[in-house]
Each structure stands twice: as C-alpha cells, then as structure tokens.
C-alpha cells in the first residue's frame, strides 16, 4: 500500500513549509527511518523521516517550494503499485522548461557508484555544512545513519574528539550581482517586523543601570568554577520582575489582551539562517545556573541550525543583547504575539555623580523598553524599569 509522505506541522503555530532539498532521489529504495528530506520553516530547518520501507516512487513538491502543511509532497511504494491518482497532484510537478521560461537551477550532480554499487560519502546536507564550518574531512568516516549515510551526529561527534574550538561565526547572506537574497526565516521575519512596527504603537523607555553587582557577581560564580554570563543575570532579574507586573508580561489574542501564565523569555540570536528567539520557559522558577545552562543548549543549537520547534515556542517577553558588540543603546522592535522587548547595550565605565560635587567612573549598562503602547502606557513601563533597575543593582534581589 502507497505511504503518503506529507508536509508535517512541526510546531503550533506552522502554517506552511517549504522544502529544502530531497535527500533522496526519486526511484530510490528507502527504509523506515531514513532522512528523506530537508523543511525549511519560518524557525528551523529539520529532517523528515521515512515513514515506511520501500521506493520513493514520486517526488510531487520539488525543493525550493512551499506548501501548506499536511499537502502530500511525495510517494513511497512498491515498484509494481500503481500510483497513477498522484499523477496531478497539487503544485507539485513543475513545468517543463520552455525558452521563454526561465531555467531550473540545476540539481547536484549525483556522486559516481562505488564497485559495490554504493554511493560513497553518503552524507546529509546538515551534516556537510558542519563539517565545512569546521574544516572536517568526513571521508574516512562511518556513518550511523540508514545505509551508512552520515548524519549530523556523526559530524557533532567529531567535533566533540577534536575538542574545544571557537564557533563558527555567522556567514553573511549569500550577494548575488548587489542584490541580497533573504533565507525563508529572514522573510519570514522581516515580514512579521514590518507588520509589528506598523501596526503596534511602540513606545521607548530607557534607563542606565549600575552594573558593579553584576560583575561581582559573575566573578564570584567563575570563582566557583561556573560559566555565568551578564545575560544570564539579565534573565533572571526580568523574569522576576515580569512575574510582578503581569501587564508587561501578556499577548494579544485576536485584538484583545492576555496575562500569560507563566514567564517565559525569548532571546533573540543572529544564526546563519536568520535571527532566531528561543524560548527558556518558566524563567521566573529557574535559578540562575540553571537559566546559564539552558541558554547555553538553547543559543548553542540555533547557531548550529538545531533547533527543535518547540524550543521557540510560548515566548511571553523577549530579550535582545547587543552589549558583546560594545553597542551602546539601542530599540528593538516587538515580537509579536507579545507586547514588549528588551533592547540590552554594552557594560562600559562611565563618569557618574558619586555624593555632593563629585564624579567616579563606575561600570554602567543601558536598558531600553519598547512597549506596545495600547495595553502598557508610559506609567507602567517606567515603573516596569525602575523594579528592573532594582533588581539589578541590589545583591538581595539578584541573588
């Protein structure tokens, strides 16, 4: 019986996918299991699997389209069944090219057999692009996936036996001829923005806050041998200042407002696919090694394109920190369902007033709020940042 191979939904909010590559060619046999291709989404990229043994018989959505989900992509069957009802599907068969028509960017080339009849270096595209960022060659390598075929833990592993090396930094949109072509999430994104920036009136709070007890603590917790970051004790302190004016803390839900139930801050990344926000939940409940260690997983995998959906789902306030690039200050626009973010600047020594006619330099940062102006006024947000302040520079407190 034909296995339907469809678009999946791969979080609660996905509407459409759009497929990346196949990693297996029409005709091919293939096992339950096997990575049959890449879905490109507005937040991830992520391998679907076979859902059954057999032959991938029809290609119905080439890569580079977008479908809704649950739209039947492809066919996995036996070699003599008939599949003639999937003939027409949907968008699927492309147009043979006509002179008037552009043409198809052309497929890779498929690697020669081996005398054995196998491909060699059967390696997914993830996989690939780990092992280029870091310099790998993967041709003496076994891989764990189906028929051999190596698969990103096989690459992450390597990674893992070669130690410690530096991230790799984010590579910069592919130009083509001046013109800059955005990745499906920067679309995504960049479209999302435009709507948060015209439809939601912002409103811009700033404050300076005095960063001595941050350092002090970040240096007390690398006494103890435990990787603290300034932005993990930003984390802490606005989660629990959230969990205090629920107000700041809502979502908009069909042109009305709603206090989220728990807390939960996203952190916005620059990754290779785009800007990206993943979620650690629940950030008023979590101390701050535990907030250190989940934000270290979460910004690890965006960087490396591994995110799973639900790690980016159910943010209530969201967090952007430009500080390790000496930025200042700056605003940040809305993440919508949300109603407010927070842009972080840079710690740096300022000259400060220190008692009656006298001046110090002291260690200083810059918060900036923008809120959505219908449902947090000015009021709330500078009482918002004056607690935020609080936290952040009384020991008590931040502890």
């Not at 580079?64 to 039947?72: H, K, M, R």
């Not at 196998?118 to 997914?124: G, L």
């Not at 005095?210 to 300034?230: C, D, N, P």
Request: charged share 20%.
């Amino acid at each position: 019986m034909a296995t339907e191979i469809v678009m999946p939904k791969l979080g609660l909010t996905m509407e459409s996918g759009a497929i990346s590559a196949w990693l297996v060619a029409e005709g091919e046999e293939v096992q339950k299991g096997q990575a049959l291709l890449e879905i490109a989404t507005d937040k991830v990229t992520m391998e679907v699997e076979a859902q059954a043994d057999g032959i991938l018989r029809k290609i119905l959505v080439p890569a580079g389209e977008e479908v809704p989900v649950s739209t039947t992509i492809g066919v996995i069957a036996d070699q003599d069944e008939d599949i003639g009802s999937y003939g027409a599907a949907g968008p699927s068969d492309p147009a043979p090219p006509t002179p008037a028509s552009p043409t198809p960017a052309p497929q890779a080339p498929t690697p020669a057999a081996d005398s054995d009849g196998r491909r060699p270096h059967k390696t997914s595209p993830k996989a690939r692009k780990i092992a280029a960022e870091y310099g790998l060659d993967l041709s003496g390598v076994n891989g764990s996936g189906p028929g051999g075929r190596i698969v990103s833990a096989d690459v992450l592993a390597l990674v893992e036996q070669a130690g410690p090396v530096p991230a790799p930094a984010p590579a910069p949109a592919p130009v083509s001829a001046g013109r800059i072509e955005l990745s499906r999430a920067e679309q995504v994104a960049a479209e999302r923005l435009t709507a948060s920036y015209q439809q939601i009136p912002h409103i811009h709070l700033s404050t300076d806050v005095s960063a001595v007890w941050l350092q002090q603590f970040r240096t007390g917790y690398q006494l103890e041998g435990k990787k603290i970051s300034f932005n993990d004790l930003i984390v802490k302190a606005t989660a629990r200042t959230l969990s205090q004016f629920p107000r700041v803390n809502s979502l908009e839900e069909g042109g009305h407002f709603r206090c989220a139930s728990q807390v939960n801050v996203g952190i916005a990344v620059a990754a290779e696919q785009g800007l990206v926000v993943p979620v650690i939940r629940d950030a008023a409940e979590k101390t701050i090694e535990e907030i250190a260690l989940e934000g270290t997983r979460l910004i690890d995998a965006a960087r490396r394109g591994q995110l799973r959906p639900d790690d980016m789902l159910g943010g209530t306030f969201t967090i952007s920190n430009l500080g390790m690039f000496g930025i200042s200050r700056f605003t940040a626009i809305i993440n919508p369902p949300q109603v407010a973010i927070l842009a972080v600047g840079a710690i740096e020594n300022r000259v400060v007033a220190s008692g009656a006619d006298a001046f110090a330099v002291r260690p200083q940062l810059t918060l900036t709020l923008a809120a959505d102006h219908r449902v947090v006024d000015g009021a709330l947000g500078a009482r918002f940042l004056v607690r935020l302040k609080e936290v952040l520079e009384t020991p008590g407190l931040l502890g």
